[in-house]
């Protein structure tokens, strides 16, 4: 099974930037497909987006399309996040998850992926 690790979260004003990075280990990134999930106090995780195993297909949530980018590079086993234009209502906390899934499927549904990582808290405000 693959372990992950993310890393980038901090405080970022509201119209700021960030970007995260998830690092698989265990087995190789690319047998998976990639996903980042995020999940503020009292609510529900939310999926945001998703990565194809081939690279080529990534879905996003309503939420976040236009501002967010999800990429991810084989060669270094990781997976990014960078987030634009954040707001107050984008605070909490990130984590990445993998999949094994079909090559070009980016899945946003929770229950097709198998590992996850901690997580990494990520605060918008002045």
């Known amino acids: 099974q693959v372990q992950l690790v993310e890393s980038g979260g901090g405080l970022v004003q509201p119209r700021g930037s960030l970007r995260l990075s998830c690092a698989a280990s265990g087995r190789p990134m690319g047998d998976y497909a990639m996903g980042w999930f995020r999940q503020a106090p009292g609510k529900e995780r939310e999926s945001i987006p998703a990565i194809s195993r081939s690279g080529t297909n990534t879905r996003y949530a309503d939420s976040v399309e236009g501002r967010f980018t999800n990429s991810r590079d084989d060669a270094k086993n990781t997976v990014y996040l960078k987030m634009s234009s954040l707001q107050p209502e984008d605070t909490a906390v990130y984590s990445c998850?993998?999949?094994?899934?079909?090559?070009?499927?980016?899945?946003?549904?929770?229950?097709?992926?198998?590992?996850w990582g901690q997580g990494t808290q990520v605060t918008v405000s002045s």
């Open positions: 998850a993998a999949g094994i899934r079909n090559w070009d499927y980016a899945p946003l549904n929770s229950a097709d992926f198998d590992s």
